[in-house]
């Protein structure tokens, strides 16, 4: 049985989500995480759990970009063109994603 590319994107997306929510039950991760993969203790308090399903995919999607994001600009001290090439995006997908999420 071959499962299609959104199925795959919904199980990548909770995956991450459920492992977002272990590291947040542990602690904040940082003695768990490398710097560039920590999320931080908030996870829970922005994703709805009482959300449908394809909507905590969605959510924990978005909120592990943005750490991913913020985290890749700490790390180069807020140098873009460096965190894009760290990110393995664009520069201007970056600037996108800066201004979608209001990342200062």
């Known amino acids: 049985m071959k499962a299609s590319p959104d199925i795959l994107i919904i199980f990548l997306t909770a995956s991450i989500f459920l492992i977002l929510l272990f ?9 768990l995480l490398p710097e560039h993969l920590s999320f ?16 905590i995919a969605e959510s924990a999607a978005r909120f592990a ?18 965190a894009a090439e760290i990110l393995k995006v664009s520069y ?9 999420y209001g990342i200062q």
């Open 23 to 31: 590291y947040d039950d542990v602690g904040d991760g940082a003695a």
């Open 40 to 55: 931080g203790t908030d996870v829970k308090d922005r994703i709805n759990l009482d959300a449908p399903l394809h909507e």
């Open 65 to 82: 970009e943005k750490s991913r994001i913020e985290n890749a600009l700490r790390q180069t001290h807020g140098n873009k063109s460096r």
């Open 92 to 100: 201007k997908t970056l600037l996108n994603k800066i201004k979608e």
